[in-house]
C-alpha cells in the first residue's frame, strides 16, 4: 500500500530535509523504507538500535549515500544541532529523511536552529480516501469498527484489532507518558484517558473532569496537552473570530484511533469524520501552506453543529454528521439560515441517495470523504 505522503515527500527530498512526525505505529516507518526503495544508495538507521547509534553519532554512512533516513533520532541529545552541521555539510547528491512521534512535533516550541532546511509532514492513520480497494461504505464501516491504524485495520479481525489496542495503549502511558510526568502522575493520566473515552464529540469541562479525579483544572488541562502531544487525541474548539475566547471556551477531543472510543455507533462515525478532517486540513498545510482550521461551532443557548472549517481565519463550511437520520438537523438549518454564504453539509451513513434542501447539501458521508484530498 502507498501511504498518501509517498510522491509529495519523495518531491520534496530533491530540495531539503524532509521531517515526518504522527502518532506512534501510523505508518512511519514503513513509509520511510518504501520511499528507500526509490534510491539506489540508500540507509536506514534507528537512533534505538545500538549499533545504528555508533554510525548515526559518528556520521559513518558511505559517502555516496543519496537517502539517509534517521528515525528517532530527537532521542539523541543537541539533535537538532547535529542536523543542522549533518546537512549544512552533506554531499550535494545526499539527502535526509528524518522519522519521529510526539517530541518531533513539538520541537519546534523551544527554538529552531532549523529554520529554512526541512519541510514537515503529518502522517495520520488511513482513511477513506486511501481505501480505494473497498467501497466508500464500507470503508467507513471498517474505520468506525477497526480504527484507522494500518496494524488493527489490515487485520479484518476485532479480536486482533483489540489485541494491538490493548498493548498499544498500555505501550504510550509505560514509555511516551513516563517521559513526561513523574511515576506517581501515570495513574491519573491513566484514569483521564479512560474517561474521555467516553466524552468524544461532547464540549468538554475540565471543572468537571478534575472534579471526577480530584485534581486541579489545570492539571486535568496539563494532562490533556500531554495526552494531546502524544498524537493520541487532538482537539478541536469552538470557532470564535476572537482566537483568545475560543480558546478559553470549552474544546471537544476525538482520538486518533476510532475504534478506541467508548460510544455507540454515531459516535464513532463522528470521530471518524472528525480524523478524515483533520487529516485532510494538515495534509493541505504541509503540501500546499494552505490555512485551514478544524472547529465546531455553537450559540449561548447551545445551538449547535459538529464541524466548522475556516480558511484563513473565514468559515467556509458546516458539516453535521448523521448515522442514519436524513431529515434536516435544525441547528444545521439555523446557522445556515443566519449564515447563508457558508457552505452547509449533512452527511449522513445510511442513506442511498444524496439530495439537496434549504439549501443544504445531505450527502453519504462515505462518498464525500473519499472525495478529499487526504
Known amino acids: 500500500m502507498k501511504r498518501?505522503?509517498?510522491e509529495p515527500i519523495i518531491a520534496d527530498l530533491k530540495k531539503k530535509m524532509v521531517f515526518v512526525t504522527g502518532p506512534r505505529q501510523v505508518g512511519k516507518t514503513y513509509l520511510a523504507k518504501d520511499i528507500q526503495k526509490a534510491f539506489s544508495k540508500s540507509i536506514y538507521l534507528n537512533n534505538d538500535d545500538v549499533s545504528d547509534t555508533k554510525i548515526i553519532h559518528n556520521r559513518q554512512w558511505p559517502l555516496n549515500t543519496q537517502l539517509v533516513i534517521l528515525d528517532e533520532i530527537h532521542k539523541m541529545k543537541n539533535w537538532k544541532n547535529y542536523l543542522k552541521g549533518t546537512f549544512d555539510t552533506r554531499n550535494e547528491n545526499q539527502t535526509f529523511l528524518v522519522t519521529g512521534s510526539?517530541?518531533?512535533?513539538?520541537?519546534r516550541q523551544t527554538g529552531d536552529s532549523l529554520a529554512g532546511r526541512y519541510f514537515l509532514y503529518r502522517l495520520n492513520p488511513l482513511s477513506v480516501k486511501e481505501l480505494p480497494g473497498l467501497t466508500p461504505y464500507e470503508a467507513v464501516d471498517a474505520l468506525n469498527r477497526l480504527g484507522g491504524f494500518p496494524e488493527p485495520f489490515l487485520s479484518s479481525s476485532d479480536d486482533q484489532a483489540q489485541r494491538w489496542r490493548q498493548q498499544y495503549?498500555?505501550?504510550?502511558?509505560?514509555?511516551?507518558?513516563?517521559?513526561?510526568?513523574r511515576i506517581n502522575e501515570i495513574r491519573s493520566i491513566r484514569l483521564l484517558l479512560e474517561m474521555l473515552r467516553k466524552c468524544v464529540g461532547s464540549p468538554l469541562s475540565y471543572n468537571s473532569l478534575a472534579g471526577d479525579l480530584q485534581l486541579a483544572p489545570n492539571t486535568v488541562r496539563k494532562y490533556i496537552d500531554i495526552l494531546e502531544s502524544l498524537h493520541i487525541i487532538f482537539i478541536v474548539r469552538p470557532f470564535h473570530q476572537n482566537i483568545a475566547r475560543s480558546i478559553l471556551k470549552e474544546p471537544k477531543i476525538y482520538f486518533y484511533d476510532s475504534g478506541y472510543i467508548q460510544g455507540d455507533e454515531g459516535r464513532r462515525l463522528e470521530n471518524t469524520v472528525a480524523v478524515c478532517l483533520l487529516k485532510n486540513i494538515q495534509y493541505l498545510h504541509d503540501i500546499k501552506g494552505t490555512e485551514q482550521s478544524l472547529h465546531y461551532i455553537r450559540t449561548k443557548d447551545g445551538k449547535e453543529v459538529d464541524f466548522a472549517v475556516s480558511k484563513d481565519g473565514v468559515l467556509t463550511d458546516f458539516i453535521?454528521?448523521?448515522l442514519s437520520e436524513d431529515s434536516l438537523d435544525p441547528n444545521l438549518?439555523?446557522?445556515?439560515?443566519?449564515?447563508p454564504h457558508i457552505n452547509a453539509i449533512q452527511l449522513v451513513h445510511n442513506i442511498r441517495h444524496d439530495r439537496e434542501a434549504n439549501n443544504i447539501s445531505v450527502l453519504r458521508a462515505g462518498n464525500w470523504l473519499s472525495q478529499l484530498s487526504a
Open 4 to 6: 498518501y505522503l509517498y
Open 102 to 107: 510526539a517530541r518531533l512535533s513539538t520541537f
Open 169 to 181: 495503549y498500555t505501550d504510550l502511558v509505560r514509555e511516551d507518558i513516563m517521559d513526561f510526568r
Open 320 to 322: 453535521e454528521v448523521k
Open 333 to 339: 438549518k439555523y446557522f445556515k439560515v443566519k449564515y
